[in-house]
């Protein structure tokens, strides 16, 4: 990864950050192949973040088409996280759903999870595609979908 990109983000999101009034300190990890990490700490965690992680996605969101328009260089991925909220959140949703995975099995009941995000979504179907005895499938429209784990298999 270029270090000049990787520096020129981390002062647009230092710059941006600063011209919305939030203080926090910014790395950018490129130690993942498919896309960079803007790592934010904040005392701000709570705005910046928001209730389920809308703030976040909003955030995120206009980070990468200000980074578009002033880079020039083409769409640059990244995902943008506060305080490792998104890699807590990535943990909390695993084990619940290998959890509900266990009870369905056990029970043979339906489970039917909150209304979620894509993204938070396929965690919940990766983490169960290899999962015998339950299969994994998204229902609903819009902000209502969510994922519904069933009994059975896909073979």
């Known amino acids: 990864m270029d270090n000049n990109l990787k520096e020129k983000l981390k002062e647009l999101t230092e ?8 203080g926090a300190a ?17 005392e701000e965690a709570g705005l910046l973040i928001g209730q389920g992680g809308e703030n976040l996605l909003a955030l995120q969101h206009i980070l990468r ?13 990244f995902i ?3 305080n490792n909220y998104k890699g807590n959140r990535i943990s ?8 509900l995975a266990r009870q ?15 993204y938070e979504r396929r965690i919940i179907h990766l983490a169960l595609k290899d999962i015998e005895g ?16 069933r009994p059975g298999s896909d073979a």
């Open 92 to 99: 909390l949703l695993k084990e619940m759903a290998l959890s």
């Open 134 to 149: 339950v299969r994994t499938e998204s229902e609903g429209e819009g902000q209502s979908r969510r994922v519904v784990i």
């Open 65 to 77: 088409v200000v980074a578009n328009k002033k880079l020039g260089i083409g769409p640059i991925n």
């Open 104 to 118: 369905v099995t056990s029970e043979g009941h339906v489970k039917v999870l909150e209304p979620m995000s894509s």
């Open 26 to 42: 910014v790395e950018i990890d490129a130690s993942q192949q498919e896309c960079l990490m803007v790592s934010l700490q904040s």
């Open 15 to 22: 710059e941006t950050l600063l011209k919305m009034d939030f």
């Open 80 to 82: 943008v996280d506060v």
